[in-house]
Structure formats: structure tokens, C-alpha cells
């Protein structure tokens, strides 16, 4: 009988443009002001790419980071899976030039869209990769570049959202960890609550569309904030019952980013506590698909979680979508020491 296989995350990595933009500066660009930022989001900074960076240029330090930290090589890769809503080109997909730019020459690649569930979907795919025995080392890696795709002109939007790239490497591993459960839900009536309406196939870019700013993100953001908090509430109280686990299991709540206030009506409906949710919406916004990437890679990075720790993921975003993941901390350092023995072996 084949034994079990367990998806390790073994490293991490993520990446932020240097530019800063502050609430101030917005106050210079709509009519907004700090203090309504702070207070209805949390939101203090967020990041924008420079000119020359892109989706595929931030995930590709963000991979290099990750892989460096499991102190592996891009050529030890099976899989790149990218999760991204503003994919660098329609095609190829921007899995593809990151497995490129990182040369990752043994490697597949193809990207996900769930918006800002983009990157616990990844995580979930890319971890049955390996479950199943297919794949020894897959990286997970979300990415935005939403500064392209916001309106600077609406205060609705732009004060949310920032750029940036996270990144983690799954490895197969023999001892019990990794992903323990997961939910991921769909509701796409709700789609045109949170959208671009152009520039896809149902309506192709044109002179038109641009001139009705039908190629930035529209959102109804009230209506968002009700199904988000609804959404995480009940998706992490399914992944806990799956795993057979309770509030006081988890180590670490890892949300996506949206808003500070969501992240707050969430924690207490579920009754872990605050210091158990980790927060950086404060310093990024909201970068959808690459917020729980680099939420992961800071908390990680801060040497909060200890082998056996269950941490809890969980998102929201456009389609709308939904997920939430259970994963138990592996002991890496046994992992990465093992690697040149076993089944495994590089
Ligand atoms: N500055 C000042 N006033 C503003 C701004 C701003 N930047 N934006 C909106 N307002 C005004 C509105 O026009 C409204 O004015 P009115 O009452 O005169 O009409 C007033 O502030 C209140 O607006 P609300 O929408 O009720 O404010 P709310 O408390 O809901 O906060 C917010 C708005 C922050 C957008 C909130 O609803 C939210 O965070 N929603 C979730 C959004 C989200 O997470 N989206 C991303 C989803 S993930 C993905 O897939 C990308």
C-alpha cells in the first residue's frame, strides 16, 4: 500500500514595490481624506509597481525568495501554479514567464483566476498535486499588479488597492503536515458586484469601452463587505469541522487583506483571538491574489509558526469567490535535512 504524502511548505518569499503611496497623497488625488481611509479600512499605505515592473517581474522575486528560503534550485521545480487577476497578458499565461524568468526549465506553469481567492485555491491545487503523488515540489505564487487596473479618478476603488507578489514552495514530505482541509465556494450571480467589464471576450477592448472607463475595477463595496465577512465566517468554520479542529486549535488566522474591519468582524464571529490574526493591510491594502502570499511570508518570516501549528487561511474576492484551507506546520528544517535520503530525494 502506497503511504500517505503530505504537501510541506518548505519556503517563502514575497515582494512589495519600493514606491510608496500614502493615504496624503491620495488626499491629493480624490476627495479623500486619512482619517476616512484609516478608520473605513484600516488601510495606511499601499504599494505601486515602477514603470518597468509587472505582474510576472514581482512574482519571480517573490519565487526566487521562496525558493531560496527552502534552499532549493528553480530546476528541482515540477510546478509553477500563479494566481493573478491582472496577468501580465491575456497569453501566455504569466505561470509561463515566471517559470521563465526564474528557469525553472523542468517545470509546468498555468495561472488561476478566483480573484483575491486566487492564492488559497493555488495552494489547495498545488498541494493535491503532491498528495496524489504526482508532483515532489510545487510553487504557489500570487501576484497583482492592480495599480494598471484602478481608477485613479474613483475614490470608491482607489484608496483600497496596491501591488505586490507572494510566493511558497510545497514539498512532499512523509511525516504528517501540511494541508489538513479546505473549502472553496463560488456565487457567480454575484460577479457584477465586483468586475472589469471589459477587455475580455464578451467585450473586447475598443475606443468606446476606454472612453467609458469600462477597463478599470468597478466595485459595489458595501454589499462586498456584507458577503465578505459572511463568506470567511462560514468558510473557516467549515474547514475547522473538516479538520476536526476549534477556534483554540489555530496558531495563526492568515485573511486575505481586504479591510482591517472585516478582518475584526470575522476574528470575533469566530472567537479566535486578534493577536492570532495576522494584519499587514495596513502597510500593502488589499493586493487580491497576492495577499495571503505575502501575509504567509511575513508571518513566516517572523518565526511564528512552530512545527505541528495549525494555521487557518482563509479569502473572499470577485466571481465572487470564497476559500479557506487548514494546514498544519511542517518541521522543515527535518524535511530539508532528509532531502537527499527517502523517496524524495533530489
Ligand atoms: N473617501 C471619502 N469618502 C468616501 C470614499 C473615500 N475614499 N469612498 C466612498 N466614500 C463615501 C461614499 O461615497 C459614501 O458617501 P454618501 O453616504 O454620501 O453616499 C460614504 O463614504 C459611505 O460609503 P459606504 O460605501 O457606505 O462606506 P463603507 O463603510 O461601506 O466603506 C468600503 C466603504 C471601505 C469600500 C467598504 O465597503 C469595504 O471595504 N468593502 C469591501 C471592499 C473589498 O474588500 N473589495 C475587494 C474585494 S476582494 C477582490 O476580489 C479584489
Sequence with gaps: MALPRYAAVTGWGHYAPEKVLTNKDLEG???TSDEWIRTRTGICERRVAAAHETTASMCSIAARCALESANLASLDLDLVICASTTPDTLMPATGSLIQDAIGAANAGAFDVNAACTGFVAALVMGSQ??????????LVVGGETLSRFVNWKDRNTCILF???????????ADEECGLLSFVLGSQGSGGPLLDIKAGGAAKPA???TIAANEHYITMRGNEIFKFAVRSMVHASGEALAKANLHAEDIRMVIPHQANVRILRATQQALGIPWERVFVNVDRYGNTSAASVGIALSECAEMGTMQPGDNVLFVAFGGGLTWASAVLRWADISSIIARRGEGPYAI
Design 206 to 208: 475598443s475606443p468606446e
Design 162 to 172: 496596491g501591488d505586490g507578489a507572494g510566493a511558497v514552495v510545497l514539498e512532499a
Design 29 to 31: 488625488m480624490v476627495d
Design 129 to 138: 498535486f503532491i498528495q496524489s503523488g504526482a508532483y515532489d515540489r510545487v
